[in-house]
């Protein structure tokens, strides 16, 4: 199974940008970097995903390493509903691909 | 739209009982996959199906068996309970494979006593 490693926890002022990181050292060619996010009492949510440049959507940004061995999750500006697991995963492509939750890193957001 | 839905939201079971969980994709989305997140744990991975296929089977015993239905729903049956299947049941749908992104339910919450 893909592994990602990723800190256990993190925290973070309201209103300051928030860079999370995970490490993928066994990324192949074709693995995809897929973030999403749990927030209390909810299913999972997806975040962001890419597979070698850097991604933007209305949620994050997406930075990756020129080797593909790290990635960093960027919130421009955290905010109080922004406390909540994430999770970094790393996909194969395949008929049995399927999503390796790691135990994520917990975001605490101070107001 | 409406989401990804579960039901039902919360169960409790004894030991050694049998349970149905059950999921509704996103319209049009004809990939589900199941997971059981532990308190504490990330989810992990049980089945996923696609187009009422089983494309994918986690490390968990022959206890736990799925099935998707010609509307693109499935059902998640445990037989045989044991209380370290007390867990969160969470359904993911997608419109193709897990590449795509995936939709999470609110999840089912049992509990084994």
């Known amino acids: 199974d893909a592994k990602t490693t990723q800190p256990n926890s993190m925290e973070s002022n309201e209103e300051e940008p928030v860079h999370l990181p995970c490490n993928h050292s066994t990324i192949s060619g074709t693995d995809y970097i897929h973030w999403y996010r749990q927030l209390p009492s909810q299913g999972p949510e997806y975040v962001i995903h890419g597979l070698t440049s850097n991604v933007n959507n209305r949620m994050a940004s997406l930075a990756i390493a020129e080797d593909r061995k790290s990635s960093t999750l960027i919130l421009h500006r955290a905010t109080l509903r922004d406390a909540a697991v994430y999770y970094c995963i790393q996909t194969h492509t395949g008929a049995n691909s399927k999503l390796t939750f790691g135990k994520g890193i917990t975001l605490s957001v101070r107001p | 739209d409406a989401g990804v839905t579960q039901s039902p939201t919360h169960l409790i079971k004894t030991r050694g009982q049998q349970v149905t969980l059950r999921c509704s994709p996103i319209?049009?989305?004809?990939?589900v996959s199941w997971y059981q997140q532990v308190l504490g744990q990330g989810p992990q991975f049980i089945f996923q199906?696609?187009?009422?296929?089983?494309?994918g089977r986690g490390n968990f015993p022959d206890r736990f068996s799925a099935r998707q239905f010609p509307n693109y729903s499935s059902e998640l049956n445990v037989n045989a309970l044991l209380l370290g299947d007390s867990a969160l049941y969470l359904c993911?749908?997608?419109?193709?494979?897990?590449?795509?992104?995936?939709?999470f339910g609110p999840g089912t919450r049992l509990l084994v006593l």
């Open positions: 993911a749908s997608s419109s193709a494979s897990v590449q795509e992104t995936q939709y």
């Open positions: 319209s049009g989305h004809k990939s």
């Open positions: 199906y696609y187009e009422k296929e089983e494309r």
